[in-house]
């Protein structure tokens, strides 16, 4: 596979990621730690050590572990350089979708801000953001505690 290809597949590894994701970074951890592995951009140790120095990075966590993934398969591919630019396409996958869905949210908030079917679906998300992110714990700390 050519560098550009790769490049491309690890934006839009990150683009999906941000695009089905509801809840935030800890939300997004399980889907990013398949693709991660399944990919073998990281290994298992990898991933877990970075979730800890993420939690003393500021910064929101996607973003922090989309960029040194990022980092870390840009270098594999390009050396130096590709550090940078693979931060640069990680992130702005895992950040665009985001970004998109808000332009459009903010255009046609006003109008259905008081519908019934905008408010049980927004009901609905918060259980399954809770099980996303109860489904990262505990393969992280199977992981921590049994490896």
């Given at each position: ?11 839009f ?15 997004m ?8 592995l399944q990919?073998k ?23 922090n ?8 398969r ?25 970004f ?21 679906c ?5 259980p ?20």
């Amino acid at each position: 596979m050519t560098i550009a290809l790769e490049f491309l597949k690890l934006f839009f590894t990150f683009f999906r990621i941000g695009a089905f994701t509801f809840g935030g970074g800890y939300a997004m951890l399980p889907l990013i730690q398949d693709a991660v592995l399944q990919n073998k951009w990281l290994s298992e140790e990898a991933i877990v050590n970075f979730i800890a120095v993420s939690e003393s990075t500021p910064g929101p966590f996607a973003i922090n572990i989309a960029t040194y993934v990022g980092m870390e398969r840009g270098r594999a591919l390009l050396d130096l350089p590709g550090g940078f630019l693979g931060a640069a396409t990680a992130t702005l996958g895992v950040v665009l979708p985001s970004f998109i869905v808000i332009l459009i949210v903010a255009r046609v908030y006003k109008k259905f801000q008081e519908s019934n079917v905008v408010k049980g679906c927004m009901t609905g998300l918060r259980p399954t953001a809770i099980g996303l992110i109860a489904g990262a714990v505990l393969t992280i700390g199977q992981t921590v505690l049994f490896p």
